[in-house]
């Protein structure tokens, strides 16, 4: 089997990522074990970033399906799946290895399965979903090909899965790096084991076998920087720059509510975003 190699793109405490040859995405070597992830995910990470995207998600979701079964892998505190229950006719599933998030989440009225992915590929061999959500995952798991793969074997026929990773060493991000001299923030060993960009992401999914049905990117959050609004100087200040985003996207939903999206698809047409969400197809 070809090992891992690429050039170096960054040190860091804990690793080197490197612009891998072989997976074709920048990735952390020497790579974490899997028991060392599970460990650190089931008492240490306590993240709770509130996604601004899950109500577009939703509409889009629904051109394709009206209802339905939906699997949230990573599903956190359930307010992604709140959505898909608000639409009637769908049932939700959740996987979350935290407790304190799954706990929450249940008392929302979700089933949710407390486990690691490796597990849920195990205990769940033959169970299909219409509709699968994988939000801010595969940055954190070791093999994102072999996860990807696997996922398939879950996915109706003519079911859609949607992928939402961080778009990171985009154009914004080294524009401030540059400007100011400073180290890419957006690294964070062992939280972040994968780091993709627009093309990155892309190679990964179809070289797993699925077709890219729809591309979109989040409103490009290092624009507050790039403007003076420096949040990481001032993190008091990102929450201002958050409410204006939100802001922004509800009196855009107001006037139609399909404009986020529409923007979003320009956004990912450019590669220049906070995030990138891909509906998947299988092939």
Known sequence: MKKCKGKTVFKAKGGRLVDCEKCGYIHVLPMYTEAELEEFYKHEFSESTPSPNWKDKVQNICKWKKGGTVLDIGCWEGTQLEYFIKKKGWKCTGIELNKKAARKARRKGIEVQEMSVREFFEKFKGRKWDVINVAYV??????????????????????????????????????????????PYWVSLPTHLNYFNKEGIEKLVKKAGWKVAHGEMSFPMEMFLLMGDDYRKKPVMGKTCYKKLLKMQDTLRTFDEGLVSKFHSSLFSAGIGRSTMLYLKKK
């Open 138 to 183: 595969l940055e954190h798991i070791i093999d994102p090909y072999s996860f990807m793969v696997s996922l398939k074997d879950h996915l109706k026929k003519g079911g859609i899965a949607i992928i939402e990773v961080p778009n990171e060493f985009n154009p914004f991000q080294l524009a401030y790096l540059k400007k100011h001299k400073v180290e």
